[in-house]
């Protein structure tokens, strides 16, 4: 959160480069682990099936660029892994990658929602005490859905495996407010979409304490809770509605 402008950082160049440097150009490394409570259902055509999904440890890993070019947003890459592993017993016939499965058979399933987000943002404040950002983000899936049941065509054991792709646009926002001389803050990230039947929810909140805070580097642990809703509608054929919440913790570094 610290900033410093321009001007200033320049007037302090011989004296302290790596001050300099974060005002041009900050970096923010971090990665995250997430204990997740998985639920929902999923479906080729929109006739969705309920799994039972087995609770995760999924890892979080971002980068964020900040510059201080006047018009031109900064980034941040986000990498979020969400593979879930999953049964049910059919109480209905479920159709998925061209096989019937048959009523009264349990069904298994692992479902790879792992994605990317591409996040473009400005910085509407920024001080010691206060930082607030707004922008978009472009969350990118490409990954595979495989079903393992008995069909009615098949038998026992009949795999189908579909892959599916797609960008889905959100909104973006984030705000943390330092707690003075405490070394500690709390803050607020998410990003939302609701369009039509599609509604994608992706927002954590915890606290911060900063570990180490000086000119040339600062190093952050976090914790808190994130809270995933992917209610999909036809993104590549597949559509989805699940739900992965739960704790997390996290380091963070800037330069």
């Known amino acids: 959160m610290k900033k410093y402008c321009l001007a200033a950082a320049l007037s ?3 004296l302290a480069p790596t001050a300099q440097a974060d005002t041009l150009l900050g970096l923010y490394l971090g990665v995250d682990g997430w204990q997740s409570d998985n639920s929902g259902s999923f479906a080729q055509d929109g006739n969705l099936q309920s799994f039972k999904f087995d609770d995760e440890t999924f890892t979080s890993y971002y980068a964020a660029l900040e510059h201080p070019v006047p018009l031109v947003p900064n980034l941040k890459l986000k990498y979020t892994e969400l593979e879930l592993n ?3 017993t059919l109480d209905e016939t479920f159709s998925f990658g061209g096989s019937d499965y048959v009523v009264g058979t349990q ?3 692992v479902s ?14 920024d001080n010691d005490l206060v930082s607030i ?3 978009v983000n472009a969350k990118q899936f490409d990954g595979e859905i495989v079903v393992t049941g ?3 065509d098949g038998g026992q054991n009949t795999t189908e495996r579909v892959d599916f792709s797609g960008f889905v646009p959100l909104v973006y926002g984030r705000a943390e407010v330092g707690l003075p001389f405490t070394g500690l803050s709390v803050f607020f990230e998410g990003s939302l979409l609701a369009i039509d039947d599609s509604k994608i929810q992706d927002y954590q909140a915890g606290i911060a304490y900063a570990l180490l805070d000086n000119l040339a580097i600062d190093m952050d642990i976090k914790a808190g809770y994130r809270s995933m809703t992917l209610e999909l509608d036809d993104i590549d054929d597949i559509y989805t509605d699940l739900d992965a919440s739960g704790p997390f913790a996290g380091i963070q570094i800037h330069f």
């Open 12 to 14: 302090m160049a011989c």
């Open 133 to 135: 950002d707004l922008g």
């Open 86 to 88: 999953g049964d049910t």
């Open 112 to 125: 790879d929602l792992s994605h990317i987000d591409y996040i473009l943002y400005y910085e509407i404040f």
């Open 150 to 152: 008995t069909s009615q």
């Open 107 to 109: 069904v298994g399933t």
